[in-house]
């Protein structure tokens, strides 16, 4: 249920970046997203609870596009940074301390909409 929540999440960022352009509503054709490896999301289903979200709104028929962020953790020790593995219970390989700081693999992050502005209706002539 994971997914559901930061599809909540992500629905209530883009109604805040929706009225920037108030009063017109943008046409989105495209999401793109930014998801930490470490987040635990699965992007083929937050993928499908966002299709089934965005239904009948605003944002019907708009794609999310997933970019994995990866995992990458710095060393208390040494300072150097790694990737942790839970192979290994997330320690650092050079000095074998637990994992405390992250320096990505958290994010959940619109990068960028692909949109258009629908063009005020004029008569036809
Ligand atoms: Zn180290």
């Known amino acids: 249920m994971h997914e559901v929540d930061m599809t909540r999440c ?6 805040s970046w929706r ?7 943008p ?10 490896q470490f ?6 289903q937050l993928c499908f609870t966002w299709s089934v979200a ?11 596009e997933i970019e994995t962020v990866p ?4 060393c208390i020790a040494c300072g150097g940074t790694y990737q942790p593995e ?9 000095c074998r301390q637990p994992l405390e700081e992250i320096i990505s693999g958290r994010e ?13 209706s004029s008569p036809i002539a």
Not at 54 to 64: C, K, P, T, Y
């Open 108 to 120: 959940l992050r619109i990068r960028s909409v692909d949109y258009t502005l629908p063009t005020p």
């Open 54 to 64: 965005v239904q009948g709104s605003w944002l019907d028929g708009a794609q999310l």
């Open 27 to 36: 046409l989105v054709s495209r999401v793109h997203l930014q998801v930490g």
């Open 71 to 74: 995992l990458v953790g710095r």
């Open 10 to 15: 992500l629905l209530l960022s883009m109604q």
């Open 86 to 94: 839970v192979a290994n219970a997330y320690q650092s390989p050079c």
């Open 19 to 25: 009225q920037r352009h108030d009063p017109a509503t």
């Open 39 to 44: 987040t635990c999301v699965e992007p083929e």
